[in-house]
């Protein structure tokens, strides 16, 4: 399953990277590059125009303005993409895990290899998500707020408070010992405490290297209420050592993992 993953995710990396210098390319001469079919392409094709990477038309694709600089992976993006891989190795047989706006944590859900795994998220976007069999995904309903897709208000958190889940995933814009765990937007503040507060076995915080030390708008909770985070190498190792101080465990992904 990991492996499929892997190349399923390295032709799609191939793809963009081709239309962004041949955007004249085809449908039909990608399948034929790839040696795969023309309807496998088309899903390649809509999986990156929903991570707004291509605008697709009849026949072919054209790369948006940022698709030139993921296409190479940058470095942060690169990160990212392994603390999604390594949040899902926490992911047991038979979990139930809430999954919030963020688009890195809802990444992880492709990575989920085990079997009966509930999601339950207010992440618009999950409905395109790819996602293993062995994964049901539950959306909270809500108002559909864009362009983030999240599904907000107080419909979402009735909904959510009706349920629990082992473990929560949490993405954040940023985390810092002054203000704790902040988000850029105020309508999701409750839907992401209500996530934290009610995994009932482990709530994990999601943050690159970029988003360590930094406060945003609005607090989701302060710091003594985080217990996990899950960040990489690059992450300031004396912030890190006052997380520690708080009793938070730290796991930190590096260029050289491979879950």
Do not use: W
């Not at 993409?81 to 926490?90: D, E, G, K, V």
């Not at 990444?107 to 996602?131: F, L, M, P």
């Not at 809500?142 to 889940?165: D, I």
């Amino acid at each position: 399953m990991k492996r499929e993953k892997s190349f399923v995710d390295k032709r799609r990396k191939e793809i963009l990277e081709k239309l962004v210098r041949e955007p004249e390319l085809k449908v039909e001469q990608l399948a034929a590059m790839f040696h795969v079919s023309p309807i496998t392409i088309r899903r390649d094709l809509q999986f990156l125009e929903d991570q707004k990477l291509l605008t697709r038309f009849y026949g072919g694709a054209a790369p948006t303005k940022q698709a030139g600089r993921i296409a190479g992976q940058d470095e942060v993006s690169l990160y990212r993409n392994l603390i999604a891989q390594y949040a899902a190795t926490l992911v047991e047989d038979e979990d139930s895990i809430f999954i919030n706006t963020s688009r890195n944590a809802l990444s992880v859900i492709r990575y989920i290899d085990k079997q009966n795994v509930k999601v339950i998220t207010n992440n618009g976007h999950a409905i395109r998500c790819e996602h293993p069999g062995g994964v049901s995904v539950f959306l909270t309903g809500g108002e559909l707020r864009y362009p983030k897709e999240a599904l907000v208000g107080e419909f979402a958190e009735r909904n959510l408070l009706k349920v629990y889940a082992k473990k929560a995933f949490v993405g954040c814009s940023g985390i810092s010992l002054e203000c704790g765990v902040t988000t850029e937007n105020s309508n999701e503040v409750n839907l992401n405490e209500i996530m934290l507060r009610r995994a009932t076995k482990a709530a994990y915080i999601l943050a690159d290297h970029t988003k360590i030390g930094q406060n945003s708008s609005f607090r989701t909770c302060s710091i003594e209420r985080v217990t996990h985070l899950i960040t990489d190498e690059k992450a300031p190792e004396e912030i890190l050592d006052s997380f520690r101080e708080k009793g938070i465990e730290v796991h930190q992904v590096s260029k050289k993992d491979v879950f």
